[in-house]
T-cell receptor, first 112, second 114 residues
Framework: GESVGLHLPTLSVQEGDNSIINCAYS??????FIWYKQESGKGPQFIID?????DKRQGQRVTVLLNKTVKHLSLQIAATQPGDSAVYFC???????????FGAGTQVVVTP | EAEVAQSPRYKITEKSQAVAFWCDPI?????LYWYRQILGQGPELLVQ????????DSQLPKDRFSAERLKGVDSTLKIQPAELGDSAMYLC????????????FGPGTRLTVT
């Protein structure tokens, strides 16, 4: 069936470097996407979202890029810090009620 | 900052027992979601409420799970009887309304069934 997936299960990044987390989606009708950060034992934390009428959106130290042609989503984290270590999920809105479909997640490990 | 509240944070129960989780969404949020998350995987939707009405419970195992949101505010998810395979994190989320809006999650309830 259609699903949201992540290319890299684990990403190791040196402190201060930029991180890029990728996500492929398969539902071409999806119109809304969210990136979440989840620390161990906690609920997912909203980071940033983007609608399908945009191809880029920036937040504080984060940028989300959407390429609808190849159905690809990415999250860029600038100047990665130890506190950025977590699992990152992309989620895709798949119906008019707001139902989200999540990928399996990418573990980001920030090394000193 | 408004947050989604959940309780308890941790629950250990024996199989065949009943267990209940409570969620209080962000004030004014009409839409409430219950998700289940197995370790190492993304959350999966169990049930979605719009105000007090269920709008999606297609993935809810209705033989043992039930959910209610009687006054359209807080919600309870119940499992009876619990099975070993129910061990997971149960997450509640809310959004301002149905449709493509930000969903904010609570801290979750970690359930262990022994």
């Amino acid at each position: 069936g259609e699903s949201v997936g992540l290319h890299l299960p684990t990403l190791s990044v040196q402190e201060g470097d930029n991180s890029i987390i990728n996500c492929a989606y398969s539902n071409s009708a999806s119109d809304y996407f969210i990136w979440y950060k989840q620390e161990s034992g906690k609920g997912p934390q909203f980071i940033i979202d983007i609608r399908s009428n945009m191809d880029k959106r920036q937040g504080q130290r984060v940028t989300v890029l959407l390429n609808k042609t190849v159905k690809h989503l990415s999250l860029q984290i600038a100047a990665t810090q130890p506190g950025d270590s977590a699992v990152y999920f992309c989620a895709e809105n798949i119906d008019s009620w707001g139902k989200l479909q999540f990928g399996a997640g990418t573990q980001v490990v920030v090394t000193p | 900052e408004a947050e989604v509240a959940q309780s308890p944070r941790y629950k250990i129960t024996e199989k065949s027992q009943a267990v209940a989780f409570w969620c209080d969404p962000i004030s004014g949020h009409a839409t409430l979601y219950w998700y289940r998350q197995i370790l190492g995987q993304g959350p999966e939707l169990l049930v979605q409420f719009q105000d007090e009405s269920v709008v999606d419970d297609s993935q809810l195992p209705k033989d043992r799970f039930s959910a209610e949101r009687l006054k359209g505010v807080d919600s309870t998810l119940k499992i009876q009887p619990a099975e070993l395979g129910d061990s997971a994190m149960y997450l509640c989320a809310s959004s301002q309304d149905r449709g493509p809006y930000e969903q904010y999650f609570g801290p979750g309830t970690r359930l262990t069934v022994t």
